[in-house]
């Protein structure tokens, strides 16, 4: 029943105006490894000063205090780091792209070779080879994407520099206050838990299992 239904999706998947769409609206922007990034980060940075503040037996009014600047603070440093790479990269492949459309201006016939070069290194020769690149090299928007992909190993799909960072601000927040989470309960409900910094631990290690078993979901892999 599964291979049935999995053939009947991949059959309607293939239709030829199906994959005319898919290709024109683009590749989707994954924004997994930012959620990650800022999660892990998160946990880890937010436990560390709860353990430290525990550690020097200070009350749980430091721990939330401290535990509260750090998320605020790293969290931001984090989402506005992780814009700031994302955006360096996207003006990094423009400044490259207008590089090319220059040398493709004054030395078309280097260009070409090196486009030459490129697909005889994939295994094409002869006339074969010569169609493919007479065929790139007539369509200028295509050479340039040809170089960036081949010559300097970049990526053509745009991911957007705010919603990386602010997938990483999210993350580090919502996964960095669980460690302080029975600290806040005590605070509300003075001796509930008993003993935060247990839970603390607790709940440290469930928020790894959960972005752990997330990846693995979203990666059509094992939870486990």
């Given at each position: 029943m599964n291979t049935r239904s999995s053939r009947a999706d991949l059959v309607r998947h293939h239709q030829p105006k199906n994959i005319a769409k898919r290709l024109s609206d683009g590749p989707e922007n994954s924004y997994l490894r930012d959620f990650i990034y800022g999660a892990i980060d998160g946990l880890i940075t937010t436990f560390a000063i709860v353990a430290g503040v525990a550690g020097a037996g200070l009350s749980s009014t430091v721990v939330i205090i401290l535990g509260l600047a750090n998320l605020l603070a790293d969290g931001f440093s984090m989402g506005a780091s992780n814009y700031l790479g994302v955006r360096a990269d996207s003006q990094l492949k423009e400044k490259t792209r207008r590089q090319?459309?220059?040398?493709?201006?004054?030395?078309?016939?280097?260009?070409?070779?090196?486009?030459?070069?490129?697909?005889?290194?994939?295994?094409?020769?002869?006339?074969?080879?010569?169609?493919i690149v007479s065929?790139?090299?007539?369509?200028?928007?295509?050479?340039?994407?040809?170089?960036?992909?081949?010559?300097?190993?970049?990526?053509?799909?745009?991911?957007n520099p705010l919603r990386s960072g602010l997938a990483t601000f999210s993350a580090f927040v919502l996964l960095g206050a669980l460690p302080l989470m029975p600290f806040f309960i005590g605070a509300l409900w003075p001796g509930v838990p008993a003993i935060p910094y247990l839970w603390s631990v607790l709940l440290t290690v469930f928020g790894f299992v959960v972005v752990g078993a997330a990846k693995g979901v979203q990666v059509k892999g094992s939870a486990l």
């Open positions: 090319e459309l220059e040398e493709i201006r004054l030395y078309p016939e280097g260009e070409r070779e090196e486009v030459r070069q490129i697909f005889a290194a994939k295994g094409f020769s002869g006339e074969q080879l010569e169609d065929t790139i090299t007539g369509d200028r928007k295509l050479w340039v994407d040809t170089m960036l992909q081949d010559e300097h190993g970049l990526s053509l799909q745009d991911q």
